[in-house]
């Protein structure tokens, strides 16, 4: 693990990570020197970048549980449950179908299906969250053809039982899970997801660009062309007419061919989270957490999430609020003593990484403390 944290150097007090990750040192030479061979190369630069692309693959594969041909890579996560959302909603031979989702999930987790179903492909169905084996089988009946659900919540940091709700739907319901809040953070049941869709700017700390789209072989077969473009299918080149067959694999579903250095960006991400070790990254940043949320109930303040929750496992995400005091104010007081945070919904968010300092927790401790003082004495 020390290995792993010579690789990152963010401010002191960044506990911002579910929000945006500074990229770590190997990203950072990826991208200067692919920056590098762009400009002093041109065209003749392509080949390695495909030879790079085709290696985050494997990469991804390794940590997903999949084949390389599973794994795609699209510009966002959002560009790939778009992908996701468009090509469920044109699956071949089928009647239109319901998808169950939490409609309290992070905006980008539900428009994708929103939008799909404005195109009449296919029916959402919003139910109150988190999305637990109970929820979703109160809501089961024939009409659910799928369920998306957020690997990690954004906002409280609740972890989706993913084997549970894979072995609940059955093999028949396609299962479509949002990792960007889990990849590179926790480890996940990866093998119960269907479909999955994962950027590189948070946890992996691989900067925007870039995104892992993974399809199963199991439940291709089940999907239409969706946004599925050029580079999604066979020889568009040479073909004498259009549309032409998809490609097989996950890239049927690419609009268009991914942004080569960022590709290899999040490959290097990737690796390092392969090298290191998922388990140990979620341990380390269970342990700093679990430290920030001790000192801030230790000054009287109120937490929600992270590691050791009853029942259930923890994320990286927690949150905090003092009673009694404005939580803009308090985020505001956070941030001049150089602690990154956000604010949501009246609570304010901690998403520490493996890298960050333990002692963080002392001045987090301050300003909440000074902050309920000040509410005191007024």
Not at 22 to 46: I, N, Q, T
């Amino acid at each position: 693990m020390r290995d792993y944290l010579t690789q990152f150097a963010e401010p002191f007090g960044y506990l911002d990570f579910a929000r945006f990750g500074p990229v770590s040192e190997p990203v950072r030479r990826v991208l200067v020197r692919e920056a590098d061979r762009l400009h002093r190369h041109g065209w003749s630069a392509l080949d390695e970048l495909d030879a790079q692309t085709a290696e985050a693959a494997r990469t991804a594969g390794g940590l997903l549980g999949c084949a390389p041909h599973e794994v795609a890579f699209v510009s966002s996560t959002s560009h790939g449950l778009f992908a996701a959302a468009h090509a469920f909603a044109q699956s071949p031979g089928r009647a239109d179908g319901t998808v169950l989702m939490a409609r309290t999930d992070f905006p980008g987790a539900l428009y994708p299906w929103l939008r799909a179903e404005e195109n009449r492909g296919l029916k959402v169905r919003q139910i109150d969250g988190p999305l637990t084996v109970d929820t979703v089988r109160a809501h089961l009946d024939d009409q659910v053809r799928a369920v998306a659900v957020c690997a990690v919540d954004a906002a409280t940091g609740f972890r989706a039982p993913l084997a549970g709700l894979k072995e609940l739907i059955g093999p028949d319901r396609v299962l479509v899970v949002d990792a960007v809040q889990a990849l590179g953070a926790v480890e996940i049941a990866a093998d119960a997801a269907d479909v999955l869709a994962a950027g590189g700017q948070k946890w992996l700390r691989a900067g925007w660009g870039a995104a892992v789209l993974m399809v199963r072989d199991r439940v291709a077969g089940r999907l239409g062309p969706g946004l599925g473009g050029w580079s999604g299918v066979q020889d568009p080149i040479e073909a004498p007419a259009h549309p032409c067959p998809p490609r097989p694999g996950a890239v049927a579903h690419t609009l268009t061919n991914p942004d080569g250095p960022a590709v290899a960006a999040l490959g290097a991400a990737l690796a390092l989270v392969r090298d290191t070790g998922a388990d140990r990254i979620e341990a380390r940043i269970a342990e700093v957490l679990g430290g920030l949320l001790d000192a801030a109930r230790a000054v009287g303040a109120e937490t929600d999430g992270g590691p050791g929750r009853p029942g259930e496992p923890g994320s990286g995400i927690g949150r905090l609020r003092l009673p009694g005091v404005d939580p803009a104010a308090v985020h505001a007081a956070l941030a001049a003593a150089g602690l990154a945070t956000t604010l949501r919904a009246g609570w304010i968010r901690l998403s520490p990484h493996a890298s960050t300092d333990p002692l963080a927790a002392v001045p987090l401790a301050e300003v909440l403390d000074r902050a309920r003082q000040e509410v005191r004495a007024a």
